[in-house]
Every structure is written in structure tokens, then in C-alpha cells.
């Protein structure tokens, strides 16, 4: 309830509630913390929580792509890399893929990713 009450108010204290009563098991006042900073353009603070959602519950396609989105705004390229590939693999649709090579390419690994495209493609 308090996460509802978050989104509802616009009020980061019921999330960090929510995260207390759950003794930091709840996905998703993790989740809506991280939208909340996201939102805020708080993207460090963004990518740490929607880490510790992940970490609870890594099948959320959406926070892996918030994810990669907070990361990508980060410029953190690495972590942009991890959530993008995971986002292919549950979704291979073609924003993903972008997002994925955008992302490889900032790190000038441009190969890299032409190299996991073809072994994907393959198997």
C-alpha cells in the first residue's frame, strides 16, 4: 500500500517506507524509488535502486530497460550494456538491439557487438 501511496502523492517517504516494512525485500518499492529518481533525472541514484529490484527479481523487462536508459544518461556504459542484452534476450525486439550497440559503441567496442549479433543469429 505504501508503494500506491507513493506513486499517488509523488511522495518519496512512502517508498523508503515500504522498503523498511519489507526489511528491503520488496522488487517493487525498489522499482518505484528508482521511477521516482528517474523521473527527477537522479540517474546514479536510479540505477542503484533498479539494481536492488533486479537483484530481488530479475524478470522485470521494464526495469531493465529503465535501467539501461538510467545508465545511458549516466554515460555508465557498462551497466547500459548488461541491461540492454538482458532487455534482447527477453524482448529481441529492435530498440533493444539499438540501445545494445549504442551502447558498445560508446565504449568503442563496435565488433564486440557485431561478433554477438552473428553468434546469436547462428545459434
Same mark, same amino acid.
Given at each position: 500500500m505504501y508503494c500506491s501511496l507513493g506513486e499517488a502523492t509523488r511522495d518519496i517517504q512512502y517508498f523508503e517506507k515500504a522498503i523498511e516494512l519489507s526489511k528491503g525485500k520488496s522488487a517493487r518499492a525498489y522499482r518505484m524509488?528508482?521511477?521516482?529518481? =528517474?523521473?527527477? *533525472?537522479?540517474? @546514479?541514484? +536510479?540505477?542503484?535502486? #533498479?539494481?536492488k529490484s533486479l537483484s530481488i527479481n530479475s524478470m522485470q523487462y521494464n526495469a531493465w530497460f529503465m535501467l539501461g536508459s538510467a545508465? =545511458?544518461?549516466? *554515460?555508465?556504459? @557498462?551497466? +547500459?550494456?548488461?541491461? #540492454?542484452?538482458?532487455?534482447?534476450?527477453?524482448?529481441?525486439?529492435?530498440?533493444?538491439?539499438?540501445?545494445?550497440?549504442a551502447s558498445h559503441i560508446k565504449l568503442n567496442q563496435k565488433y564486440e557487438f557485431l561478433f554477438l549479433k552473428i553468434q546469436i543469429d547462428y545459434n
Open positions: 524509488l528508482a521511477k521516482y529518481q =528517474f523521473s527527477r *533525472e537522479q540517474y @546514479q541514484d +536510479a540505477i542503484v535502486n #533498479f539494481e545508465a =545511458f544518461r549516466a *554515460e555508465n556504459w @557498462q551497466t +547500459a550494456v548488461k541491461a #540492454f542484452r538482458t532487455c534482447t534476450h527477453l524482448d529481441p525486439c529492435f530498440e533493444n538491439w539499438n540501445n545494445l550497440a
